[in-house]
Every structure is written in structure tokens, then in C-alpha cells.
């Protein structure tokens, strides 16, 4: 583990406790829960083509949210997460998956999927090569990897990072940064569309993002690459 991983792991050991009502007051710019955003994710695994009996690792899981939401939905996930008290948060939250906190523990060449949710941003620049290598050897031939990042273009989601408690270390990637990133450290086909348009009083609008997913305007980016 490197010093700036051992000083998130610390950090977030911090915020298991209330992580989750500091993200609700974070988003509550866009009318939102937190549940919300992390079903929308699982949403873009389905519309990917991820089958319910794909192996799943969520790197960087944090206190569970998108893992529970992944259980909900597909037979075999698995969470990887170096701050310890997120980590017990997250095995109580969400039983059903087998939840590491040593990444030497994590089996290698086994996971079809792993998603990488806001993760990279908490990543110095640096070290973000080593954690897709990382990653790489986790993944089989074929496994396909989902970056969930924020999207530097939209303002509101530039406010939403600068007033958030534990995003005080947050380095943004730029769209292509972030698609250069993948292609540069072993993943192939890399992918990316833009995602998250609409707050909810224009819910009724959100049938057309899957449209949109070419417009550099969405809170967020989503970048699928895959392990050759």
C-alpha cells in the first residue's frame, strides 16, 4: 500500500460513520438520494450488456452503497475497500458479498466486471497507472472495467466537489484524460458517455439521457475498457 493510499484509507475511517448522510447533503443539490445515484450506476452495467451471472468486484467500495445495489441485482459480487471501518460497514450492509480489505486477498484473473466508482479522483495522478494495473490482474481475459467519474465540464458537479467534506483531496479527470488513462494501462475498445442529466423536478426527462450519452454535459462520465 503507498503512503497516499494508507492516508485514504485513514481518512475514510473517519467518515464511515457518517459518510452517508454527508454524501446525502452533498447531492441534495440535484433532489436526490445517494440510493439514486447508485442505482443509476447498476442501470448502465444492465444497458452495457452485464449479465446477472457475471463475477463483480467493486473496487474501492467504500461503505456499500453501489454494492448493495449490485447484490440486488447480480448472483456473485465481491468488494474491495482498504479503510477498514468502511469495510465493516459495508459487510453488514451487504452480507451476501464477500467483502477484502487486503487486496492480496482478492483471487487473480477471476472477475468479469469491476467498477471503479468516483474512486480515481481520490487517486494522486501518479499512483492511478499502478491501481489499473492493479486491477488489470484481477480481471479475466475479456473483463470489461466501468470508471465512474465526475464530470469536470458540469458546473454543478465542479460545486458539489468543491463543497464536499471528504473531496478535499479531489483531482478531477478531464474526459480524455480519463479515456488515455485506460487506453495507456492495458484496456482496449475504451468507451465513454456522458451520464446523470437531469435533477428530479426534470425526472421526466430522464428517458432521454441514454440519447445524450455524446454531450459533454452530464454530471458525470462513464468509461468502459476492456482487459485484452
Request: include cysteine; charged fraction near 25%.
Amino acid at each position: 500500500m503507498t503512503d497516499s493510499s494508507r492516508r485514504n484509507a485513514a481518512k475514510f475511517d473517519a467518515y464511515a460513520e457518517d459518510y452517508t448522510r454527508l454524501h446525502a447533503n452533498n447531492v441534495s443539490v440535484s433532489g436526490e438520494e445517494p440510493d439514486y445515484f447508485a442505482s443509476y450506476k447498476v442501470d448502465c452495467l444492465e444497458r452495457k450488456g452485464v449479465q446477472r451471472s457475471e463475477h463483480i468486484l467493486d473496487f474501492g467500495c467504500g461503505v456499500g452503497n453501489v454494492t448493495a445495489k449490485l447484490a440486488e441485482r447480480f448472483q456473485n459480487v465481491a468488494g474491495y475497500e482498504p479503510s477498514p471501518a468502511s469495510a465493516e460497514k459495508a459487510r453488514a450492509r451487504v452480507p451476501s458479498a464477500v467483502i477484502h480489505h487486503d487486496i492480496a486477498a482478492l483471487p487473480d484473473a477471476t472477475f468479469d466486471v469491476a467498477v471503479l466508482s468516483c474512486v480515481l479522483h481520490h487517486v494522486p495522478p501518479s499512483e492511478r497507472p499502478r491501481l489499473l494495473e492493479q486491477l488489470l490482474q484481477k480481471l479475466r481475459r475479456g473483463g470489461r472495467l466501468f470508471v465512474f467519474e465526475h464530470n469536470p465540464f458540469n458546473p454543478v458537479t465542479r460545486y458539489a466537489v468543491a463543497t464536499c467534506e471528504f473531496d478535499d483531496d479531489a483531482v478531477l479527470l478531464w474526459p480524455w484524460e480519463a479515456k488515455r488513462l485506460l487506453s495507456d494501462n492495458g484496456f482496449t475498445g475504451v468507451n465513454l458517455d456522458y451520464i446523470v442529466f437531469f435533477p428530479k423536478p426534470l425526472a421526466f426527462l430522464r428517458g432521454l439521457e441514454p440519447r445524450l450519452s455524446w454531450l459533454p454535459a452530464g454530471a458525470q462520465q462513464l468509461l468502459v475498457g476492456t482487459k485484452a
